[in-house]
């Protein structure tokens, strides 16, 4: 059963420079116990997309639908949705937050201040399951971060997403920064609690991460989800010019060299009206000069004007 359903989301935000159109008419759905991978280059929207979800955009709104178990999620006041569904049904792994574990409070004070927040009495058995959860031993509540190596600080933050135990956690970047052996145990890690009916969001800019853990995939560039499906449809008939790209631009063992997308991403300070990804597209034509409407494919979509008549 869908329990994600977005439509249309759009998230601005305001600048000294004028309005930042960081996230422009996004559509996906989710069903229970399902994942989704959002893949795409640096400021192409991916971490606003997640804090429009869990409606922690500082200095930013965000307008369309979202349907959280059939609940409009951007429409209810605020305290109804901090008591209801933040942190309790919608998590989020932020990014970089590794980095922003207060230093001067052991891993248990800092648990603890989240969950009296929250008023919750049997704060001990929480944490211990949360902890256990991520395959931490207990000791490490005596800790400081400043004790704690790169992977362990990485499972307290996600212990901390875990710690209400919500239905859909964002996860951010969750590995990046961390050597590939401790992002392979993150991925696992984040693979067994999937096991047990979590569903996440997992951001990244590295596809071959992706395709551990997603049903399905949303590419964003330039504001815009590109191309959304089955992450079996994206990785086996890539339909996008970008999504080629960047699968393209993965390493492989065998050796081949991995082609690059020449150029960078278009500024999100003026809304184009062109397709957004004209100036790096080698298949461009005419009627890309207009911004492409979502085409449907199997199991998404496609903003290329290259899919027209197939609909
Ligand atoms: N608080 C803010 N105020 C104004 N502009 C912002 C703010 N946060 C992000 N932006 C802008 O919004 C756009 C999208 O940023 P976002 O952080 O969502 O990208 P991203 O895809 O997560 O990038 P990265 O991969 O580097 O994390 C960028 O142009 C960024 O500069
Ligand atoms: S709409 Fe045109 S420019 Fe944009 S990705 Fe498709 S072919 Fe390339
Ligand atoms: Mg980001």
């Given at each position: ?147 704690l190596s790169g992977g362990m600080k990485q499972r307290v933050i996600i212990a ?152």
């Amino acid at each position: 059963m869908t329990f994600l359903k977005v439509t249309g989301l759009t998230s601005r935000y305001s600048s000294s420079k004028g309005p930042v159109y960081a996230v422009d008419d996004v559509d996906f759905e989710l069903d229970d116990g399902e994942s989704l991978g959002i893949a795409g280059e640096s400021a192409c929207g991916k971490s606003t997309l997640g804090l429009s979800l869990i409606r922690m955009l500082s200095g930013g709104t965000a307008k369309g639908e979202v349907l959280f178990d059939d609940v409009s999620i951007l429409d209810i006041a605020e305290s109804k949705f901090d008591d209801e569904f933040r942190w309790k049904k919608i998590s989020m792994i932020f990014q970089g937050a590794m980095n922003s574990l207060d230093p001067v409070f052991t891993i248990n004070e800092q648990f603890l201040e989240i969950l009296k927040q929250h008023h919750f009495d049997d704060s001990d058995k929480i944490i211990l399951d949360a902890i256990n959860s991520v395959n931490l031993d207990k000791n490490i509540l005596k800790k400081y971060p400043h004790e704690l190596s790169g992977g362990m600080k990485q499972r307290v933050i996600i212990a901390m997403a875990l710690l209400l135990q919500p239905k859909f956690v964002i996860a951010d970047e969750p590995t990046t920064a961390l050597d590939v052996l401790i992002q392979s145990q993150i991925i696992n890690l984040l693979k067994s609690l999937k096991k047990n009916g979590m569903s996440f969001m997992l951001i990244t800019h590295d596809l071959a991460v992706l395709s551990e853990i997603s049903d399905k995939i949303g590419i964003m560039y330039g504001g815009q989800m590109v191309e959304f499906g089955s992450a079996e449809q994206i990785y086996k008939n890539p339909k996008h010019p970008y999504t080629r790209g960047l699968l393209e631009s993965i390493p492989t063992l065998k050796g081949n060299a991995p082609k690059y997308i020449k150029g960078v991403p278009p500024s999100l300070l003026d809304a184009p009206t062109q397709c957004r990804f004209i100036e790096r597209c080698p298949l461009a034509i005419e009627k890309c000069k207009q911004l492409p409407p979502k085409f449907e494919t199997d199991t998404g979509y496609v903003r290329c004007w290259l899919y027209e008549d197939e609909n």
